[in-house]
């Protein structure tokens, strides 16, 4: 531990739903338990409704709470804005945001188009040559075991990658009963198990891979197309509403694709609402020449990894229970095998964002691989469109 | 046990390699463990080479062998005729020995292509029709786990099914120096992983659902397109030869598809054998409106479902070890939880055809339900070379 | 979220290392997830050394440091002490506490011996006449997965229980020069893997099943008896010294004892910290007339729960996930599926404390819970140094 | 394959219950996939029931019955009795049999006492001068998955062996209305879960290690003490008899112990039919200084090695699918990945048994081993008499 506190940075939070929740919960405890070179200080908590943005800064630990976000945007003493909004207005947001000369962290997916997106990356490079800088908050490969995943790859311990097969499955709409929330609302999410889980699969598999998807053939499909308008859905940010309405659903249920990508590799890639029984499961398997990997949220502590060059007789997926301290981010931790939790990817991103910005470094995943993902989004709905048919992703 | 023995059913085996020993060991095996209406005698092996097939003769229990399978279907004291060559020599040998009214077991997948499966499946309806009958052999679908999950979807314990994804993950084929095999060679086996492996998954996501694949999107790859011409792979066929010398690999290493099924069901399926470390992964999920099914064959005796009608505080996948009396076939093996093997899904396919013929009735899979199955390739063969295209499976 | 603030409970904390950072962690964070009584303040923390002790406070977000515990103790704005010393001083910093009218959370075991806890009891049993409250840190019942197994029992789930299995792996003294350190010295430590990790398994059985260990069987093994002095052991406290010492290790490596309980449950339990690969195994079987009950933290989510009332053919272990709403706790963390971690354990027994001191009802484990572990701790002992004679527990 | 015929081995087997079917399947399949040195022949089955002996002739593929074993074993042209009989005949039909200068393969428990076991040593010991051969039927060693544990050990890959835990978990007596049976009556079966399944773990952990039981902690409970006599419980031996009846259990239910080897290796051992929701958990952990080994029969096919000397980033538990051409016994099988069942261990057991008769060597396990086995049973039960004093194992 060091003997003198480091300098503060004064961050502001616009959005006070879950992910404002879980963010609030990394920006309080990264410096507890890692080395920063600054203090994130918990300074203003922005909302529409006074009374519950108000509540939620009492209950998260912000110092103050306002229901104008561009009011904090242009104040001095505000460091850095953590977008935790819905997608619709990430845009604008953001615009603000680094024309203020504040650094952005930025839920995902980046934005509901490439055209938004596209400017939004524009406007991260530009403010990046100010030393302003940008990160989205692709959380999961932050995620010990993902890190690991895309440790071993970059060490060769693969070969050359051959096949990715990544799925995203919940649950959490197979009930057609289960009400309308704005994750179902095409005008508020952009889309919807694409956008929500399915940017998430296609960031791991890049990630982790280090390559990039060059075309898809996807097949977008909506189960239920009516849901009641009623009230909260725990956790996951319904809107509330009377009772005995219905609205209509605009997004899809499930995104099935097929994908090539710029090397060779050849991926598979499911995200779906619907899948009965799975929760979270966040699923990766790459194969490769001389290794392959395999990763399921729902066991989140651990990476198997198949080493094609042990001896024959004892090849077998290593169950890797990543919470050693040779381990990514988890020496900072708890003892081994003493689990970590869902948020620690959150406060692992807020770790390596104020790491770079005290570094003057930029952190990843920049809007710019944001973007990278947005792209692949837009070529499923172009391929869904089109009969399914292979169409690259523009870059 | 019965007091009388059951009248003879003579067989007759053409094929003396891999399957030749599993069908072997099937009709040795069923009548010593189930009551059956015909007991198999093994009369006949056929092949190409003398000393082979004289050798295989006494190896694997037949009391004759011949270098001539037109000879062996002339035969009036032959009964029915076991098919376990590849699929180029299918339809001549099938066509033989049903117009010589000799009951047929044929290996899958039922032909290279959809005119030969068709021209089969009207002469088995025609043989039917004078009480000469045909199946083919879908061999997973004995395995009890499997027979178990449809008979609970059967049951309708998953309600309306609406997704399913299904692999069928090997690696032989990794290593790029694994010599050459027929079953690379287009022209014998008609196509690669797509035939030899994914239509396995074809045939159980169809008999497992109860519906039909009614489209697909689909992109085939091969990964090494050259292959050392050397010798034998153990124990899946492949052909002697002259060291330093190349064959080119005609079929895909992998097949990718998403798919529409007739219901509105939507599944997504690879089948592949360079998925390093997977070494005969069978998988099959399948999710309802009110359960799920998973199955992996790594793990042969279990079958996952997840009651979605449970106490909620209790939901989870229930990891079913197949191995009870109540569990289809399981009753005549061993106690509880004594495993049964890969082997056990050949000898419940004698029983069941031969429970059939003894009965009158026509076993299943038919080859009418085999020649869906080819059909469904085919569309991925034309959904592939057309920029992945949604493409309707022909009917 | 309620929208007045709760009044504070002042808090200080005697005891700088791994506990006290984890201890912390959940005071900062219990009340941001759920709505408590009273706020924790992080007042105080106690510590010998003034300067790692100051940084202790800087990090973990204390408002003071002291190097003096009774004097912290004397403080009349203090209102709860947690003590997250070794076992050898539990017995004095709590009689002071409880003394001076505050509330006590001790981490386990209790105490270094059952004179101690006894003391400790007697003195916690008072102080509740007065309203004051204690409880021991057994963390691992506040897992929600264990929390639910007690519930399942509690409900009449597993019938009437036969019979318990448990074990406690870790791996972390399995190199025979991991360096010595208190937990390896039996002034300090009272035991080895018998009180330090045993402790969990004997509270885990006892919670779970409601039922009492009468009796035990018992094997103590020390593998590795002389040990490195040299620097800290990662996480689990060490104590700096000069190279090339050695010291003996005066405590057991691996704790066995065969038991029977109150009501004719038998168990058997396995605490070892040289079981190489395990990481942290708390594992727990249960098996009642009606069900069974499985848990392992290494998959520290999941709950496995056997069914033998459900229909026969579908009978299996259910793995239960254990993140739904209508768990415990877990409505108040993220969405299902969404893994939580180690920390919760500890944040859930801050909630659970907090709400009983709040309501004026005493919290559980009491002091005197944990001086049933402590009597079976002893139990073993003298089981062990008898020639493994059936040794009766104290009560 | 080989040209010339092998020459016979003319087989009796006593017994006509589940082993029989088991021990028939195993002589029928053997030299169909493995090259014996001599070709077992089904010669003579032996029972007590005229119909019901040559029933099981007729089923199970013996070309004669008799329901007298001693003229049977007189007969010049029998070359191996085969006893499957229950443990309180295996004396009686070993020593006749040996004497009369056949080879003999005993079920396990070699024998109902230690000095029916010493006489039956004694016995094969003098026979062995003679060449004639004596194993007994530890079956489990044979799962191609342990016999590469004990590979293992012997490469020295697990360095020097420290704990062993053994688990044989089974729930099939877990109704107390399930019937009574022979294995519950000590006059026949000897011990209860002690001998019937204990037994299994002892010899496993035995040969997993290389190492002997020196002395055992022991408790035995029997939960069920009276059970209806009511006809066939299937597939385990019941037997007939007139409803509402009741018998005593005579033998325990459950088998708990903890031992010490002979080379400061502890281990700690649970047999028991009462752990609901298990149906045949053979399970096997030993942890040693450099790796660790898990089995589980439930998932047979699989065994887990934890390397210790790996890099410690990617260390985990190696799930090997014991299934390759270079694992014991597989390359006579299937490809890699399609599973084998509870029979091959059994198939295994003739094919070493064959080859070593047809080399003139003496098989394993011999009487001698099995007599070891036999005296830690001896010593579980004096020392559960004893109040789980420490009781040495007689040598």
Redesign the interface.
Known sequence: ???S?APALRVAMIGTA?MG??H??AW??AH??FDLPLTPELAVIAGRNP??TA??A????WAEASTDWREVIARDDIDLIDICTPGDTHREIALAALAAGKHVLCEKPLANSVAEAEEMTAAAEEAEARGVFSMCGFSYRRTPALT?AR??VAEG?LGTV??V?A?YL???L?D?NAPMTWRLDKTKSGSGSLGDIGAHIIDAAQFVTGTDIAGV???L?T?VTRRPVAGEH???GGSGATDGEYADVTVDD?A???A?FTDNT?G?F?A?R????????VRL?V??????LAFD????????????T?P??????????V?????PYT?NW???????????GFTHQVVDLVTAIGAGTAPSPSFAEALGVQRVLDAVERSSAD????TPVFR
Request: net charge neutral.
């Open positions: 531990m060091s003997n506190p879950f929740a879980m609030s919960h309080r405890t507890r338990f009374e519950s509540a939620a009492r209950k998260y630990g690991l440790q071993l311990r051959r096949q097969r799925q919940q649950d959490w197979s057609e053939s996807a097949l499909e189960f725990v956790g996951l499930a099935l694709f097929t090539r050849v598979i499911e779906t619907f899948a009965l029984g799975r929760k979270n499961a398997e194969n490769g020449t001389l290794g392959s949220f729902e066991d989140m502590n651990v990476l198997e990894f198949f080493d094609g042990a024959a007789h004892t090849q077998g997926f290593q169950r890797i229970i919470t050693e301290p040779v381990h020496a708890w003892p081994a095998g003493h689990g970590l939790g869902y948020e620690h009969h399914s048919t292979f």
